[in-house]
Nanobody, 119 residues
Framework: QVQLVESGGGLVQPGGSLRLSCAASRSFFSINAMGWYRQAPGKQRELVAAMESGGNTIYADSVKGRFTISRDNAKNTVYLQMNSLKPEDTAVYYC?????????????WGKGTLVTVST
């Protein structure tokens, strides 16, 4: 198992930046991918960005060129740098750890951190 704790959310004006952090309770060993998801009011949770254990990254089209996912293995922490924020980026952001073991997949989630982009 792994526990995830997000931080770094808050209120920011359009065009501003935030960096979210996700601290894991243990190393990323045996974790196949780490990701950030978000859920806006009345909408489904969606993938924002993910990083596989080998370093490959994927991004939602809506955030390409603005958001960057990274990780610090020594700190067991994953980051999401968010630049040029827009009001439509407002959502609760969740950290995810995915572990694939044999035929099964286990997803671990943090409790989320709220990002509000508004004047």
């Amino acid at each position: 198992q792994v526990q995830l704790v997000e931080s770094g959310g808050g209120l920011v004006q359009p065009g501003g930046s935030l960096r979210l952090s996700c601290a894991a309770s243990r190393s990323f060993f045996s974790i196949n991918a780490m990701g950030w998801y978000r859920q806006a009011p009345g909408k489904q949770r969606e993938l924002v960005a993910a990083m596989e254990s080998g370093g490959n990254t994927i991004y939602a089209d809506s955030v390409k060129g603005r958001f960057t996912i990274s990780r610090d293995n020594a700190k067991n922490t994953v980051y999401l740098q968010m630049n040029s924020l827009k009001p439509e980026d407002t959502a609760v952001y969740y950290c995810n750890a995915r572990q694939v073991s044999g035929p099964g997949t286990m997803d671990y989630w943090g409790k989320g951190t709220l990002v509000t982009v508004s004047t």
